[in-house]
Structures are given as C-alpha cells and as structure tokens.
C-alpha cells in the first residue's frame, strides 16, 4: 500500500512569492490534515479537509489556504511569503474506518529567501 | 482545550539499556494518544496508540506504551534501547468527544532520544 506522498520535496521562494504544496493520502483516505514544523515551534496544525471540505483550521493568518479535490488530493497554498514561514510542512491522511490514526508524508522543505 | 507535556528535550541512554520516554496530557474528556518516530529530514512514522481497553499498548519496532489515568501519563517505554531508535519522539493526543470541528492532534514539543552504543 502506497503511503502519503507529497511534492515538491523542496521549494525554494522569495518574500511575497506564493507558494503551493502539493499532498496525496493514502487510498481509501478521505481526510487530509496539514500542519506546520518550523524550527523551534514544534508541530502546528494548519488545515483539516474532510470529504472535499475544510473542517477546521489553527491558528494561521487567511495567507495559509488550501483545497482538497474529488480525488481527495489536497493543495496548500501560501501567499505573500514571510521569512517565518520557513518550515517543514507535513501533510497527513486518516481514513473514517480506523479511529483517528494519521499517517505522514515526508513533507515539503519550504524555504523563504 | 487539550494539550501534551514532554518534560524532556533528551534522552540519552546506553545501547541495551531500557529508555523510557516521558508524555503527559489534558483533555476535557477520555484521551486518545499516540506516539510517532521522526528520523531527521523525515515525516513522522506511526508508532503506536491508546483508544480504550489495555493499559499497556504495544506498538512498532519493540517499542510499547502505558496508558495511566490518574497521572495523566501516556510514557514510551523499550526494553533494550538499539542505536537505531536514536531520532526525535512526539506524544499527541486528540480528545475522544471532540466535536467535528477539532479531530486534528495537538503535539508535545518533542524528545530527542539518543542511543549510545
């Protein structure tokens, strides 16, 4: 069974560029959960997409957005880069038949020049 | 609101020797708890988790936790510590009688385990 996968591996942005991360769950996953590991603060939660809605999302400013598609794949999108959203951004999957254990990618290495 | 303790930055242990890594929690109600694995420039890997029944939940790679409710202490523990298990540990927990609105974790900050051979 194929695990969650997520691309790029790294991204490389200026100030006030955008930038999108791209994330695949594992099959038969129908809730995408994204959070961030910035050096210092630990693992922080983003955004929660269940079954093509956003459920719930921490405490980051509306720059942070995403999607999540039919497929259940899932975008995030960050806008108007600041040097502080330099991270290691980990996408996460869990599927509704076994009780909330969430499976990582290997996340995305975003970093903001 | 819910929230994790991993009162120690790092471990350090002796290769064979037994290591225990610390978590406490807080939840409102009945927790659910779960320990991940993180080698360096990696996600996080599964490891192993408490949703009812046996205090003493066994996990990946040897690895086992218990679950105590009067202290609030969810501790990693393996009996014989391999250089291999050196990486980075995070406790979490999610409230079972959480809403739709919150089933995301909330992470202790992380303990950075070495195994000295």
């Known amino acids: 069974e194929a695990g969650v996968t997520q691309s790029p591996t790294h991204l490389i942005k200026t100030r006030g560029q955008q930038a999108t991360l791209r994330c695949s769950p594992i099959?038969?996953?129908?809730?995408v959960y994204w959070y961030q590991q910035a050096l210092g603060l630990g693992l922080q939660f983003l955004l929660w997409y269940d079954e093509g809605e956003e459920r719930n999302r921490g405490n980051f400013p509306p720059r942070f957005s995403g999607r999540q598609f039919p497929n259940y794949s899932s975008e995030l999108n960050v806008n108007a880069l600041e040097l502080e959203d330099s991270a290691l951004y980990l996408c996460?999957?869990?599927?509704?038949?076994?009780?909330?254990?969430?499976?990582f990618g290997p996340g995305t290495r975003l970093t903001v020049l | 609101a819910q929230s994790v303790a991993q009162p120690e930055d790092q471990v350090n242990v002796a290769e064979g020797n037994p290591l225990t890594v610390k978590c406490t929690y807080s939840?409102?109600?009945?927790?659910?708890l779960f320990w991940y694995v993180q080698y360096p420039n990696r996600g996080l890997q599964f490891l192993l988790k408490y949703i009812t029944g046996d205090n003493l939940v066994k996990g990946s790679y040897g690895f086992e936790a218990e679950f105590n409710k009067s202290q609030t202490s969810f501790h990693l523990k393996k009996p014989s510590a391999l250089v291999s298990d050196s990486a980075l540990y995070f406790c979490a927990v999610r409230d079972s009688i959480s809403s739709g609105s919150a089933r995301q974790l909330t992470f202790g900050s992380g303990t950075q385990l070495t195994v000295l051979p």
């Open positions: 996460a999957s869990s599927s509704p038949r076994v009780v909330d254990t969430q499976y």
């Open positions: 099959s038969g996953h129908t809730s």
């Open positions: 939840v409102s109600g009945n927790p659910y």
